[in-house]
């Protein structure tokens, strides 16, 4: 049974910057493409940005491209979501899990609260 715990969201103003972190209990966790996406209230889940074994990024949203960057820690089992210049856009639940272009997800977790507001 995987675990997903999310970390790092908080109240920012516009322009700022936030570090997301992400464990996963999953195993052959070095063997899984890893994502984080956000829910906006009202809205669909939707994929912000994906990460393969051995840390290529083949998918980032172009409303975050050179804002956001994703990296992982196979040896910490962490996922991690840097995002900088945030705008109010940006505001969201946030939320990681496997990338679901390559096969089922896992249970979600809580996800991490993000708001972006002067």
């Known amino acids: 049974q995987a675990n997903i715990v999310e970390s790092g969201g908080g109240l920012v103003q516009p322009g700022g910057s936030l570090r997301l972190s992400c464990e996963i209990s999953?195993?052959?966790?070095?063997?899984?493409?890893l994502a984080w996406y956000r829910q906006s209230p009202g809205e669909q889940r939707l994929l912000v940005a994906s990460?393969?074994?051995?840390?290529?990024?083949?998918y980032m949203d172009y409303t975050v491209q050179g804002r956001f960057t994703i990296s992982r820690d196979d040896i910490k089992r962490m996922v991690f979501l840097q995002m900088d210049n945030l705008q109010r856009e940006d505001t969201a639940v946030y939320y990681c899990?496997?990338?679901?272009?390559?096969?089922?997800?896992?249970?979600w977790g809580q996800g991490t609260q993000v708001t972006i507001s002067s």
């Open positions: 899990n496997k990338d679901q272009t390559y096969g089922d997800v896992l249970t």
């Open positions: 999953v195993q052959y966790f070095e063997t899984q493409a």
């Open positions: 990460i393969l074994p051995g840390g290529r990024v083949p």
